[in-house]
């Protein structure tokens, strides 16, 4: 196959592993229509950019004339995903996975084509289970086969604590596959056993096995750990525009070739083009940054979107100025602690990481740092300016 075979920027493009790639090469050049899958568990109510880039190719394959099947794991996520997880998620309820997966699918037809995708709640199916179908379930494997799970095998050397629930996730997602009839399904690097369980369970169940295509992680803003909701280095595509392009331009130089490869629809020669041009010089690595920026905030938001976010990044952190439009809380009182100011503010989290913040002098009022953490503000009729780090801004006012 060409670089310029459709089938082979479905197989390759960002694309980490196939299997059986021989198999769904012969499949999609006989032009079947395949049904795709994807699953994404509803424990927390954002996507962020590193769920999107399944959801891409799912798009991709959509467009190729594919069913896309979106599994919404509001059972799954109630016992929590082990893998690459040093201790068991802690449970969660029904209620709770059912207004994520909600909001959930308002995100995901911003990429996928509401009117031709599939969507099915594994609750669909698991909430009707008996014990003697979790029983039949787990006879489809071995023990042994499960304790191979990368994950398992490092808490039992680490004498880690593996609870008996955990080794039926594997199985559950192998189970949606069963369910859905899947063809093909789609995961990242660290779901390898899950998705190769799905096999089984098909197997199993006298079916076909599915094809797998697996994705490299994006790496978090921090640099260093996969983006992941559970570390908070993510950039969710319900942020803000200025928010989102600000956390882009906030990664190193040395990772934002994965985000233009993997995030973006940028031609791969264009991508090339620009890696060249900065190695010879010709092209300064942060305006590369800036265009990646764009690019991914546009995709989210719009380009006048992207370029506001872009002005107010320039105006904040190139020519070290206030952004023009401040978002302003009333607080009733006219003296407020730092510390429940900022917790009023939504500037920080908690009181815990209000004091946190101001121990790192990450915070400022009106322009002047604070690392106080017994300090207390009194509101000016004008109101006061809290600053934390560089790109968030509040103004108070009595």
């Known amino acids: 196959m060409t670089h310029n075979d459709p089938i082979h920027s479905l197989l390759s493009r960002g694309v980490a592993e196939v299997i059986d790639r021989k198999h769904l090469e012969a499949r999609l050049k006989k032009g079947e229509k395949?049904?795709?899958?994807?699953?994404?568990?509803?424990?927390?109510p954002q996507i962020h950019i590193g769920h999107t880039v399944p959801l891409h190719k799912l798009r991709e394959f959509q467009d190729a004339g594919h069913t896309a099947v979106l599994i919404l794991g509001d059972y799954t996520a109630q016992l929590g995903d082990p893998s690459d997880r040093s201790e068991a998620r802690k449970l969660i309820s029904h209620e709770e996975t059912k207004r994520n997966a909600d909001m959930y699918l308002t995100q995901v037809f911003s990429i996928l084509d509401k009117k031709k995708t599939e969507v099915h709640r594994n609750?669909?199916?698991?909430?009707?289970f008996t014990l003697r179908d979790v029983i039949e379930l787990m006879a489809t494997t071995t023990l042994n086969r499960l304790l191979a799970h990368e994950t398992f095998g490092e808490r039992l050397k680490k004498n880690q604590p593996l609870h008996a629930q955990e080794i039926l996730y594997p199985l559950m997602q192998g189970y949606d596959s069963v369910m859905i009839k899947a063809d093909v399904e789609l995961g990242g690097m660290d779901q390898k056993f899950n998705v190769l369980m799905g096999r089984e369970v098909q197997h199993s169940h006298g079916m076909p096995e599915q094809d797998v295509i697996l994705f490299p992680y994006i790496p978090g803003t921090d640099g260093n750990e996969k983006m992941s909701k559970s570390l908070g280095n993510t950039i969710n595509i319900t942020d803000v525009p200025a928010d989102m392009y600000g956390k882009v331009m906030s990664i190193s130089d040395k990772i934002m070739w994965k985000y233009f490869d993997l995030a973006t629809k940028i031609p791969e020669k264009e991508i090339s083009k620009m890696s060249h041009d900065i190695k010879a010089g010709t092209l300064n690595p942060r305006d590369a940054k800036m265009f990646l920026a764009r690019e991914i905030t546009t995709m989210y938001h719009s380009k006048k979107d992207s370029e506001q976010a872009e002005a107010q990044f320039?105006?904040?952190?190139?020519?070290?100025?206030?952004?023009?439009?401040?978002?302003?809380?009333?607080?009733?009182k006219k003296n407020i602690s730092l510390i429940n100011a900022l917790v009023e503010t939504k500037l920080a989290t908690s009181t815990t990481d209000a004091r946190a913040l101001i121990k790192q002098k990450s915070v400022k009022i009106d322009d002047e740092i604070v690392d106080d953490i017994k300090y207390s503000i009194t509101i000016p009729a004008k109101g006061t300016i809290i600053q934390k780090g560089k790109r968030y801004f509040v103004k108070v006012m009595g």
Request: hydrophobic residues 40%.
């Open 34 to 44: 395949l049904r795709i899958k994807y699953g994404i568990d509803a424990n927390k």
């Open 314 to 332: 320039i105006q904040v952190f190139q020519q070290q100025k206030r952004p023009d439009e401040i978002p302003v809380f009333k607080i009733a």
């Open 123 to 128: 609750s669909e199916w698991f909430s009707k």
